[in-house]
């Protein structure tokens, strides 16, 4: 039986870099509410040790949330694997995201504005 991987197989790491609980979960919640699988980092580790430890995982991408991006509501979307960042809106990275699986944006998410 051939495992397909789908948006709820795929997991990204949320990060915060000096941002409260409650902002780092209102950003997982929207990316929930879209569909994306979000696993939390909360282990105050350095982010260099956290990036190297994702970049052997597996997984594809890395949400790092300061509060400045927050304020704007903006992430930075670490690609892991085209080790690429760039600043987007949540939408946006729900959008890269979703195209990396393959899925249709538009079934699984608000319009980009």
């Known amino acids: 039986m051939q495992n397909v ?3 709820y197989d795929y997991v990204v ?3 915060p870099i000096g941002v409260t ?4 979960l209102q950003t997982a919640d929207e990316l929930r ?3 994306v699988r ?3 980092d909360t ?3 350095k982010l260099e040790n956290i990036l190297a430890s994702l970049s052997g995982s597996g997984i594809r ?3 790092l949330v300061g509060e400045t991006e927050w304020k704007a509501g903006r992430v930075r979307l670490k690609d892991m694997e085209e080790r690429l960042e760039r600043e987007v809106s949540v939408d946006e990275a729900i959008f890269v995201i979703e195209k990396q699986l393959g899925l249709p944006y538009e079934q ?3 319009k980009l504005s």
């Open 13 to 15: 790491v949320l990060i």
């Open 108 to 110: 699984y998410s608000t």
């Open 38 to 40: 979000v696993k939390l």
């Open 21 to 24: 609980a409650a902002k780092l």
């Open 43 to 45: 282990s105050g580790r």
């Open 61 to 63: 991408y890395a949400l």
């Open 5 to 7: 991987k789908g948006i």
């Open 33 to 35: 509410a879209n569909g």
